[in-house]
């Protein structure tokens, strides 16, 4: 399998601007997260799907941010628009579920993001 | 609520030296507990899982943890440490079953290993 897919890698972009990162999950995982990574915070949950259902979005800093998951090999997390503290490691990650041995996740490479 | 401390933020150790990287948790129930490592650039990847049964749980690349419910800990072991296991390392916790939270992990800051030729 290849493991969890995110596009792009890199991304720079200038404030203001609408941001798009991708992410292609395990097949057959039917859960997935979306994290952000920095010095200051460390590794954050934004939000989680389960079956492509979003779960628990307590995590989404504030509506600049949305994630949307249109089928089960298919994520988007959105930022509009984007501001220089929004600079991060995003990652996704997917599992085979919620509960039991299903809960190891795995990440992807992660994208890293930079608003100038 | 369920949190995860790593009190270390780094180490260094000699290539060669055993290591241990502390974990302590909260919360409420027996947890599912996990060790992630992070190579610079990359992705977390899984080194080990603790569910239920033998608190010795084995990983890959050599790596063990020890789950200890009288010290809420989930410390990572390994005996011989490498020069490529130098990276950061997460623990986390996951909740059991409680309805939104149920499939989300919480992680520690982390641990930072450098080791010394």
């Known amino acids: 399998d290849a493991g969890v897919i995110q596009s792009p890698r890199h991304e720079v972009t200038e404030m203001g601007q609408e941001v798009t990162l991708r992410c292609k999950p395990i097949s057959g995982h039917n859960s997935l997260f979306w994290y952000r990574q920095t010095m200051m915070r460390g590794l954050e949950l934004l939000i989680y799907?389960?079956?492509?259902?979003?779960?628990?979005d307590s995590g989404m800093p504030e509506d600049r941010f949305s994630a949307k998951m249109p089928n089960a090999s298919f994520s988007t997390l959105k930022i509009q628009p984007s501001e220089p503290r929004d600079s991060a490691v995003y990652f996704c990650a997917s599992s085979l579920g919620l509960s039991g041995y299903s809960y190891e996740q795995y990440f992807g490479p992660g994208t890293r993001l930079t608003v100038t | 609520a369920q949190s995860v401390t790593q009190p270390d933020i780094h180490i260094t150790v000699s290539e060669g030296a055993s290591l241990e990287l502390r974990c302590n948790y909260s919360?409420?129930?027996?947890?599912?507990l996990f060790w992630y490592v992070q190579s610079p650039g990359q992705g977390l990847q899984l080194l080990l899982k603790y569910f239920s049964g033998d608190t010795l749980v084995q990983g890959i690349k050599g790596f063990e943890a020890e789950f200890k419910r009288s010290q809420s800990s989930f410390n990572l072991r390994k005996p011989s440490v490498h020069w490529s296991d130098a990276a950061e390392y997460f623990c986390a916790v996951g909740a059991r079953g409680y309805g939104g939270s149920q499939g989300n992990l919480i992680f520690g800051k982390g641990t930072k290993l450098s080791v010394k030729p």
């Open positions: 919360y409420g129930a027996t947890p599912y």
């Open positions: 799907f389960n079956n492509n259902v979003p779960i628990d």
